[in-house]
């Protein structure tokens, strides 16, 4: 069946950088758009970055220029490169894949930014 599995999270200072990683199986991601969320304790899952299945992305602004994503269509994983890592960037960042009729959800890495 179709799962998402994140790797890659971890501590880092802030500043500093992290790559995660999601690799698809059960489906061809590349067929598919996808995305990275994130949540932080006591608040609401937020999109971070998407890539449709055209290549086009799309990130919040708080994140604009200092987060990239990108998608290896043979390895099918979707990557998400961070920088300039902030405090307010620690929270658990899923993985989202979305069809014409459902989405799916990896079960999270966690990110943690110290100051």
């Known amino acids: 069946q179709v799962q998402l599995v994140e790797s890659g999270g971890g501590l880092v200072q802030a500043g500093g950088s992290l790559r995660l990683s999601c690799r698809a199986s059960?489906?061809?991601?590349?067929?598919?758009?996808m995305g990275w969320y994130r949540q932080a304790p006591g608040q609401q899952r937020e999109m971070v970055a998407r890539?449709?299945?055209?290549?086009?992305?799309n990130y919040d602004s708080s994140v604009k220029g200092r987060f990239t994503i990108s998608r290896d269509n043979a390895g099918n994983t979707v990557y998400l490169q961070m920088s300039s890592l902030k405090p307010e960037d620690t929270g658990v960042y899923y993985c989202n894949l979305k069809t014409m009729r459902t989405e799916y959800w990896g079960q999270g890495t966690q990110v943690t930014v110290s100051s």
């Open positions: 890539i449709t299945r055209g290549g086009s992305t």
């Open positions: 059960g489906i061809i991601s590349s067929l598919n758009d």
